[in-house]
């Protein structure tokens, strides 16, 4: 397909890193801010703006907020890499302490900002399943696919110093893409041969696929031109990852064009699995050659393409048929039901969001 046309939102921010819907609009991670963008007259346009927080830390673009993501329990996660800052509301009243490597939650009204787990190292892409289960990608680490068995509140509860609420699945994991490391256009020495910028992180409920495929991880590799495919199965208390049998040494998908850049991956509404692809020669933010930096510290290049990104659709030759579904005007006795029978893990996730802003705590207490 070819992009027919395109609609501007919201424009004049820089460093837009993810967003989520919320009521008439989106929250937007655009460090060091959060902003809700509103829009309040029904044209598709951002004609009112919101700072709900300030003060995320913005030392190395590679490493800022990111992949924002609704959460069960109302809250809207995001992992967050080793640029550190200190959070507060805008207006400096509310003072919520440091915001730090691995995952990080915060209340959708300003309220309220948290470390929810915390992993050194960068993080760059978090999915949220159906049964409550967080999981997230961190790039350069060398145990790129995690899960969070406790959060930092329970941890905090126990005083435990020194205690990891994580679990890293695949140590080491080497990579199989199609150009050898003298071929590829950025090298990290400490980790030639594995994941040196693995990101985003899709765990596949579409309801489409065959059985096997449910909960299997996807991430995106922009340096290595890849997408990795792993099958996730129950470990005790945490989880295990392994490649397919048989495709151990080989990628989902792989490509020789040093243009090819995906940098995240979402299962959509119809049970397929969306890659964005940044294609781009230039993938390095904050590259010292500049040698202009704009506000946000991402460098200012002439060679960074700003025409040619492109969308991805992966879908299995035995899928099935998942109709999507337009929620927004289905009532609060609808969404319920779609809640319990859509097979689509994220058009679930959608109507939940739904009916967050329909039911008050007391009603959805006794409703859900």
């Known amino acids: 397909g070819v992009m027919d046309k395109k609609h501007v939102f919201a424009d004049k921010l820089e460093l837009v890193t993810s ?11 655009a460090a060091p801010d959060i902003w809700f963008l509103e829009d309040t007259d029904g044209d598709d346009k951002a004609d009112k703006r919101t700072k709900l ?6 030392g190395d673009t590679h490493a800022v907020i990111n992949n ?3 959460g069960l329990d109302g809250w809207v996660y995001a992992t967050h890499g080793y640029s550190s800052g200190h959070v507060t509301s805008p207006d400096g009243k509310l003072d919520f302490g440091t915001d730090g490597s691995g995952v990080v939650r915060f209340r959708p009204d300003g309220s309220a900002f948290e470390q929810y787990a915390s992993r050194g190292g960068n993080t760059w892409g978090l999915d949220i399943t159906s049964d409550g289960q967080v999981f997230f990608t961190q790039p350069t680490s060398g145990n790129h696919f995690l899960h969070v068995v406790l959060p930092e509140y329970v ?11 994580t679990n890293g699945m695949l140590p080491k994991e080497p990579t199989y893409p199609l150009m050898s490391w003298p071929e590829q256009a950025y090298v990290q020495i400490d980790q030639v041969g594995s994941y040196t910028a693995a990101a985003g992180c899709a765990i596949y409920e579409g ?7 449910n909960y299997s991880y996807f ?3 922009p340096t290595l031109n890849i997408v990795s495919h792993f099958f996730v199965e129950k470990d005790g208390v945490t ?3 392994h490649r397919e049998a048989g495709r151990e040494k080989t990628e989902f998908i792989r490509s020789k064009d040093l243009w090819f ?5 979402r299962v959509g509404p119809d049970g397929a699995l969306y890659v964005v692809d940044f294609y781009n020669q230039a993938v390095i933010h904050n590259d010292t050659r500049g040698p202009i930096h704009g506000p946000a510290n991402a460098a200012v290049r002439p060679d960074r393409d700003h025409y040619f990104g492109r969308i991805w659709k992966v879908q299995h030759k035995q899928a099935k048929k998942v109709e999507v579904v337009n929620l927004s005007h289905k009532n609060t006795d609808q969404l319920l039901e779609f809640v319990g029978t859509s097979p689509n893990g994220p058009e679930r996730q959608t109507a939940l969001r739904l009916l967050d802003s329909k039911l008050t705590y007391d009603e959805a207490k006794t409703r859900i």
């Open 53 to 58: 927080y300030t003060g995320l830390g913005t």
């Open 261 to 265: 850049r995906p940098i995240e991956n």
């Open 219 to 221: 991430c995106t590799e």
């Open 239 to 241: 989880y295990k990852a």
């Open 68 to 70: 924002l993501r609704w």
């Open 155 to 165: 941890l905090a509860k126990g005083k435990l110093p020194g205690v990891m609420g």
């Open 19 to 29: 967003f989520c819907f919320y009521k008439n609009g989106v929250i937007a991670c």
């Open 207 to 213: 309801g489409a696929w065959p059985a096997k495929w």
